[in-house]
């Protein structure tokens, strides 16, 4: 405290307190007074410093939480400008780049994408008729109900005033967009109810496919458009292939597939059967069930013209199951009347995706028990290029279906290149090798060293080796030379209706 005081005349001071006269006395007064000025002004400035910091750190707060804000805007800003205001989706721009991005990805992977164009005829007559409200929401709903038809993975843009565009990625096939586009036509096509009005308006689709239309994105895009003029010439509610080889084609699947949605109503299946041959001991060791359809305008037709088309369609799942139910209820049938003893086993092609069905290993399991059948009497053929796709499911239901006691054989060996260590997963019982093997034995003669090896795999892994396809002698002493077990073709027997294999099995 005593130091605060200002020091100018100390001996004075020192000298003025023994003596205070009058003099003194104002000199202190006026001296205290001046300190406590001070003092206040000090305490004042430490107040005045304190409400400036407190003033200072809650202005920082309020600049961090500007600062936010502004970032926050400018993410809002930047989604803004990729997507269309109106309906939420990609925007022209955006749509081309996340075009590129995902061509580029296909070029990569081998993969096929189709480019779809959507165009809703007299969209600006509508517009004019019901006003703009009206046709906001028309188009609003429209992009919802194609979005419906998509997958999560695909892409969707609006182009134009009245043009979508919508990319699907993972396309197995070209005919894979037709689908997709028949559903979207489909769920368009459906009258819109926007306020007091009902309007129909439906849509025309335009299909580029990549790589086969274009490579380039640009020429894609045209392409597409391209496509979709063609479909706008053949009415409403059209769509088009850009390439008019896959217009044919598609249609001749259309009406494949018609003609065989009714031959399931009709009941036109049939069963034939070939014979699998011991080479060894020179016996029959089992019958694989072959569909046929009689269709009542082509006559007999084979699976190489159906089957893949059921499986796209979903059809197989009531092929394979009625295949199932009738070559049991056949193969029971031979039992009972003794043309079979329990040593023969029957064959069933199953597709990958039965394989998967819900309660397909309870349906396997009611057919046995509702024919009296063994789980051995039954064998599973599932081909080589479905294994290699195969998931855990699969693999699951795989191993059910061999704990049962069901035998799985692999079909088609060779074609799928599958490695020793994946064939190693599989609870597998048999490898039936390809025939084109088997085909140019005398010819190709790294055909003889796939076939040399395969048997040996066989020997190592403890499998049961079928060839397919042995049409003549040549091929029969070759396999056997090389010790495979088991045969198959045309050699023994083509494969046979029900009659034929009574006479066969009489001999
Ligand atoms: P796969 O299971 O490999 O059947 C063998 C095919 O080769 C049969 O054709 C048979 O007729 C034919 N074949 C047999 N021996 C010879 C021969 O010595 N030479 C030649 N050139 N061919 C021979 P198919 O009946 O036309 O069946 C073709 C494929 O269709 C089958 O191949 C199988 O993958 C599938 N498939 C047949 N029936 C069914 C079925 O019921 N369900 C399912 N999912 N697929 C089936
Ligand atoms: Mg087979
Ligand atoms: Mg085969």
Redesign the pocket.
Known sequence: MVSRYPQKNTQSHHHCSQRLDGKDQEELEALLKYVSRIIQHGEALDYHNHVLKNKLSSTSQTIESLKKQLANQQKKMSVLSLLDPLTNILNNQAFKNAVAKRVAEAKRHNEYLSLLTIAIPHYKEINVAYGQRVGNQLLKQFTERIHSRIRQEDEIGRISENEFCVLLVNTHSAYDAGTIAEKILTSVRMPFSTGKYRIQIGANIGIAVFPIAAQRIDKLFRCSSGALEQAKKSGENQFKFYSESINKKYAERMETLQALRHAKKEEHFYLVYQPQFDLIHHRLVGLEALIRWQDPVYGIRYPETFISLAEDSGLITYIDDWVLKEACKQYALWRSSGYLSNKEKISVNISPQQLTQNHFIQSISNILEANKLQPENLELEL?ETSLLEQDELSLHIMTKLNHLGIDIAI??FGTGYSSLKRLQQFPISTL?I??CFIKDIDCEAHHKIILNSILQLGADLDLKIVA?GVENIEQLLFLKEKGCGFAQGFYFSKPLNQQEVEELLRK
């Open positions: 081909t079909d088609d039936k390809d025939r397919e």
